[in-house]
């Protein structure tokens, strides 16, 4: 299944693609798509829809991102080895994790806000996992199983905020608007293999990013079962799993975008993105 959620910010509903990529209304169906809303339980509970009953949205307007309310929004650093190479970092022992404020979350298209005092906000194309059950001390054979479903994300940066001021890294990833989410949930049983999918971005046009999810250092599985170790996932959980090579940190000399640029990133099967910037007021 895709579904999504469309409409005004802090107003959107529920939808679902059919078999011919219209967008049908499930929200007299289900409640919000967050938290326990995209348990597998939850998901069975739509899969046993009968998806032509619904009514067609013509005129879908804006997307949201594809979950709402996020539990945890957490990261994955320094996670694809050319991307740990273009940065003069050492490949990870352990895989990174971080946190995004879950403030960040916005939809695909919705325009990106460079913060004020920004002078190197980034792009960095990420696949998405979202948390579908309870994952404790869960093993690498049984992770997959915990996982409600895929989607596409930019993990917008701020490299000075990140970098320079000391701290943590959060505080280069948070800013509103810093995370572009969907266009679609995609559920698992729809991604065979996480670990064989194209992920790219482009800015004005010009490709930056276009790799493959095989080059990631952790797999998703290694990820979930690591991560369990040290806390409890929930439903509605975000992992933002890493990003490849061709970040505007990487660069000789860097390149950041600035206010009228327009990013467009995409995994493969998860949708496609596009955001334009403007500088905060």
């Not at 910010?9 to 078999?19: F, Q, R, T, V, Y």
């Not at 829809?49 to 945890?72: K, T, Y």
């Not at 050492?90 to 460079?114: H, M, R, W």
């Not at 439903?235 to 009228?260: L, N």
Request: glycine share 12%; charged share 20%; net charge negative.
């Amino acid at each position: 299944m895709k579904l999504l959620r469309f409409g005004p910010a802090g107003s959107e509903k529920p939808g679902i693609l059919d078999a011919d990529g219209k967008v049908r209304d499930l929200s007299g169906k289900v409640g919000e798509l967050a938290g326990a809303g995209v348990s597998l339980e939850a998901l069975d509970a739509i899969r046993a829809i009968d998806v032509s009953s619904l009514p067609v949205v013509e005129n879908p307007g804006r997307i949201g991102s594809c979950v709402a309310s996020v539990p945890n929004f957490f990261c994955i650093g320094l996670n694809y080895a050319k991307h740990a190479k273009e940065t003069g970092a050492q490949p990870p022992k352990e895989p990174i994790i971080f946190s995004k404020a879950s403030s960040a979350l916005c939809g695909p298209n919705d325009t990106v806000i460079i913060p004020r005092d920004s002078e190197k906000t980034d792009w960095e194309v990420e696949l998405g996992v979202v948390i579908g059950k309870e994952a404790l001390y869960v093993s690498e054979a049984d992770a997959l199983s915990h996982v409600a479903g895929y989607c596409t994300i930019n993990d917008v940066s701020e490299r000075g905020f990140q970098i320079e001021k000391g701290g943590q890294w959060i505080k280069g990833k948070s800013a509103p608007t810093f995370g572009p989410t969907g266009p679609w949930l995609v559920t698992a049983d729809e991604v065979p293999d996480p670990q064989n999918l194209r992920v790219s971005t482009s800015v004005n046009g010009e490709v930056k990013q276009d790799s493959n999810t095989n080059d990631m250092i952790f797999t998703v599985a290694e990820i979930i079962s690591y991560m369990s170790r040290f806390m409890k996932l929930q439903p509605g959980d975000i992992i933002a799993t890493g990003t490849p090579e061709g970040v505007g940190m990487g660069m000789s000399p860097q390149q950041f975008v600035k206010p009228g640029d327009v990013m467009e990133i995409s995994v493969e099967g998860l949708g496609s993105q596009r955001q334009e910037t403007v500088a905060a007021e």
